[in-house]
């Protein structure tokens, strides 16, 4: 399974992006996603999960109302639409697979991983 995260980049403070997430393996759309993001000095964490039909979404308290998580299957990608970015967004994105269909919050539960995007947002 291979992961490729795009669309990060530089953007103002208040501004949106919208990342991608493109998956190529045997049971892409039938596993949950999940995205994560890493700011410099901190910890990995968590941001938006979906289950593999789209039913289940949960997302970190902090982010939910801007950040939304969405998945097409037919072309095995998914999406985090990025709004109102604050200066404190800014870090390494990471989308995730898990082996199961369920969405989840938690690390172990993701067997394979992306390389990452940049998001930078200027205040």
């Known amino acids: 399974v291979q992961l490729a995260e795009s669309g990060g980049g530089l953007v103002q403070a208040g501004g949106s992006l919208r990342l991608s997430c493109a998956a190529s393996g045997p049971f892409d759309n039938i596993v949950g996603v999940g995205w994560f993001r890493q700011a410099p000095g901190k910890e990995r964490e968590f941001v938006a999960s979906i289950s593999w039909d789209g039913e289940t979404i949960l997302s970190a308290d902090s982010m939910s109302g801007r950040f939304v998580i969405s998945r097409d299957n037919a072309e095995n990608t998914s999406y985090l639409q990025l709004d109102s970015l604050k200066a404190e967004d800014s870090g390494i994105y990471y989308c995730?697979?898990?082996?199961?269909?369920?969405?989840?919050?938690?690390?172990?539960?993701?067997?394979?991983w992306g390389q990452g995007t940049q998001v930078t947002v200027s205040s």
């Open positions: 995730a697979q898990t082996q199961n269909r369920q969405a989840t919050r938690y690390e172990p539960d993701y067997a394979y």
